[in-house]
């Protein structure tokens, strides 16, 4: 069991072009890795494939769910923390879709 937070959620939804080669369950461990403990859930919520993104590639949409035990988290710490999981997501060689 683990203790509820009276404080709110923040979720973030992220799109990322990758090679197929690429499982969603090691893009999703690298964001939850990445968000550490603050990362209360982490969900894979829409595949595209397209010719747009080229042969062999798709996105991977996922939604990412932020909370703190003890406070609500700043924008400031939201864009902290974006940028953290675009970073993980480019180390497996996933890209921000735009």
């Known amino acids: 069991a683990r203790d ?6 923040s979720d973030l939804d992220l799109a990322f072009v990758a090679a ?4 969603a369950a090691d893009l999703v461990g690298a964001l939850r890795r990445a968000g550490g403990e603050l990362v209360e859930d982490v969900s894979l919520f829409d595949v595209y494939r397209g ?3 080229g ?3 798709r996105s991977l949409a996922l939604r990412v769910r932020f909370r703190a035990m ?6 400031g710490e ?4 974006r ?3 675009i970073e993980a997501a480019g180390d497996l060689g ?5």
């Open 20 to 23: 197929d080669s690429l499982t």
């Open 4 to 9: 509820v937070s009276r404080y709110p959620a």
């Open 83 to 85: 940028r953290q999981l």
């Open 51 to 53: 010719e747009r993104l």
């Open 94 to 98: 996933a890209e921000l879709r735009s």
């Open 55 to 57: 042969s062999g590639r």
């Open 70 to 75: 003890d406070r609500t988290l700043s924008d």
């Open 78 to 81: 939201l864009a902290g923390l």
